[in-house]
């Protein structure tokens, strides 16, 4: 059993940045693939970034590219996200997530809200 808590959300105005953090109990994050998620109001919950277990090949939706940067720390058994040049469509509830035995992720944190003003 994995649990997952995030922190750092909070409101910026556009063009500021946040920190995400997603600290892990339960399993060692070295163990599974881990990924950043989002759900804006209204709209259906999508990927943002994730990583495998090498933490060697991030993925990011083409909207987050060159702004935003996953990573992880796998002595602090902590994930982040780093959001720079940050706009308001970018405002969401964000999540973490981790994956299972099989692949998918399975397992969720309670999410964060990141609000951007214009």
């Known amino acids: 059993q994995v649990q997952l808590v995030e922190s750092g959300g909070g409101l910026v105005q556009a063009g500021g940045s946040l920190r995400l953090s997603c600290a892990a109990s339960g399993r060692t994050f070295s163990a599974y693939g881990l990924g950043w998620f989002r759900q804006a109001p209204g709209k259906a919950r999508e990927s943002v970034a994730t990583?495998?277990?090498?933490?060697?090949?991030?993925y990011y939706t083409d909207s987050v590219k060159g702004r935003f940067t996953i990573s992880k720390d796998n002595g602090k058994n902590t994930m982040y996200l780093q959001m720079n040049s940050l706009k308001p469509e970018d405002t969401a509830v964000y999540y973490c997530?981790?994956?299972?035995?099989?692949?998918?992720?399975?397992?969720w944190g309670q999410g964060t809200q990141v609000t951007v003003s214009s």
């Open positions: 997530a981790a994956e299972g035995a099989t692949g998918v992720f399975q397992y």
């Open positions: 990583i495998d277990r090498s933490g060697t090949n991030p």
